[in-house]
């Protein structure tokens, strides 16, 4: 009975953990640029080689099997980040950008640069470039876009380069990773380069489209059906969690009762 409650509490949990990973892609489906979330399970085979007979793993390919094959635990092993591309969508505002293809604007967070999708960005009253939490976007170079003064007409073309009027000002610090699966979510589809990990590269040949924004790509008719199956499977384990221990209850009344 021991062994079906653990299964039975592991797949609880487990369920619990994705429903938390499906209600926020739930929630951030209308969030320019968010990157939806999958989780990874692995298995948790019973070592019975211990147990001195390695025969009772079924005779199985893999002596550490002991359970059967439905009754094995599984673990959260990690999540990984679908950095698939979002649909683009026309919005006619001029700081509305978006990347097609690879790559991330970069913005100057609390504790230094964090990297994004989400190109929803504003003028501050000084002039500068941010986003909507107020971070400023950055250059090539690493500093903030101000605007000059009086500025009627903003210019960003496909290759990053910012235009006021007629002049040039900068050109946006746009990056790519060769491993994005590195970078640590930090909130408001921000992204940040953990300690003693990979450094930006420059993005090549980019793809920035003005006036539009990247829709999350979150499928929220799917994600909503999944988030209905994962609530019934996370009850029938806890149903089952009941259930055992309500037969180990039964067991030990019936135990004192032959005694």
């Not at 610090?173 to 909130?187: I, K, M, T, W």
């Amino acid at each position: 009975m021991a062994s079906g409650i653990y299964v039975a509490m592991t797949g609880a949990r487990n369920q619990e953990r994705r429903l938390d990973t499906l209600s926020n892609d739930l929630a951030n489906a209308q969030t320019p640029g968010f990157k939806a979330q999958e989780a990874i399970y692995r298995q948790v085979h019973n070592d019975v080689t211990a147990m001195g007979n390695p025969d009772q793993a079924m005779g199985m390919n893999h002596p550490v099997r002991f359970l059967p094959e439905d009754r094995l635990p599984v673990v959260l092993d990690e999540r990984y980040t679908k950095f698939s591309q979002g649909s683009l969508n026309f919005t006619g505002n001029d700081l509305d950008l978006a990347l097609n293809g690879k790559g991330f604007f970069t913005v100057e967070g609390p504790n230094g640069p964090l990297y994004t999708r989400n190109g929803t960005f504003m003028t501050s009253k000084e002039g500068v470039i941010v986003d909507q939490q107020g971070f400023p976007l950055l250059d090539e170079k690493g500093g903030p876009i101000v605007l000059p003064e009086s500025v009627s007409k903003v210019g960003i073309a496909e290759d990053g380069t910012v235009s006021a009027g007629t002049q040039v000002i900068a050109t946006l610090g746009l990056v790519q990773f060769e491993n994005e699966q590195a970078l640590e979510r930090v909130g408001n589809s921000n992204f940040r380069v953990p300690e003693g990990g990979e450094a930006p590269q420059d993005l090549e040949a980019p793809d920035v489209r003005q006036q539009f924004l990247e829709t999350a790509n979150v499928n929220a008719v799917h994600t909503m059906a999944m988030l209905i199956k994962t609530n019934r499977v996370f009850e029938m384990n806890t149903r089952a969690m009941q259930a055992y221990k309500e037969m180990d209850e039964q067991a030990a009344r019936d135990v004192g009762r032959l005694r």
